[in-house]
């Protein structure tokens, strides 16, 4: 059965470097999410990505956030300048329609 | 804004007993969907049950089911029968049907745990 894969499974980086998340979403989805869950919090919505663009974002996901879709197949969440803040479980979903949404193991980022 | 709570942050079940967890939403919308997820230990999320607010029969999947009580905005999920591949942290998701942010909001998460 098709699944959402993400890699790494952990990363761990100082404060203020540059991290990107990568997500292979599963082949044939056209809706694209990344969630990030702090210990012991909510699962939180960060973004939605749709046809090569954004279509809604939380207050999250501010400048120091981006996503790309560079080839067709990965999904990738950036954060410019990692805050300690930041660490968190980041959660890659995607879904076929406005349905289902499938979701990867996540990534576990540690700030230091 | 629509917000989840499932105010059990743990509960436990003896092996092949009923299980129920809580969850209540609140919206001012009609039409919405509802889920629950299952997050096995270091394993993602699965969707276990999926209601949607139209339909007044409360969904069924095998030993999982859902009591959805539009009026009180509740919606419980009860697991019967239970299983040791039952332990998992459980989310209740909220959807909007609003066309163009299909995004969910979850609550807190209930820890499921089964006694042998």
């Known amino acids: 059965e098709p699944e959402v894969t993400q890699t790494p499974s952990h990363q761990v980086t100082q404060m203020g470097q540059e991290v990107i998340l990568r997500c292979v979403p599963i082949s044939n989805h056209l809706y694209f999410y990344w969630y990030r869950q702090i210990l012991g919090q909510k699962v939180e919505f960060l973004v939605s990505f749709y046809n090569n663009e954004i279509s809604e974002k939380s207050e999250i996901f501010d400048d120091q956030f981006s996503v790309e879709r560079p080839d067709g197949s990965n999904f990738t969440l950036k954060i410019r300048s990692t805050k300690l803040e930041d660490s968190a479980m980041y959660f890659c979903?995607?879904?076929?329609?406005?349905?289902?949404?499938?979701f990867g193991p996540g990534t576990r980022l540690t700030v230091l | 804004a629509q917000t989840v709570t499932q105010s059990q942050p743990e509960m436990s079940v003896q092996e092949a007993e009923t299980v129920t967890l809580s969850c209540t939403y609140d919206?001012?919308?009609?039409?919405?969907?509802l889920f629950w997820y299952k997050q096995p230990p270091s394993r993602q999320m699965i969707l276990v049950i999926r209601q949607e607010a139209y339909k007044q029969q409360n969904a069924t999947e095998n030993r999982f089911s859902v009591n959805f009580q539009k009026a009180a905005k509740s919606f419980s999920l009860k697991i019967s029968d239970s299983q040791l591949g039952d332990a998992a942290m459980y989310f209740c998701?909220?959807?909007?049907?609003?066309?163009?942010?299909?995004?969910?909001?979850f609550g807190t998460g209930t820890r499921l745990k089964v006694l042998a």
């Open positions: 998701a909220y959807r909007s049907p609003t066309s163009g942010t299909y995004k969910y909001i």
């Open positions: 919206t001012s919308e009609s039409d919405y969907y």
């Open positions: 979903a995607s879904s076929e329609f406005e349905d289902e949404q499938f």
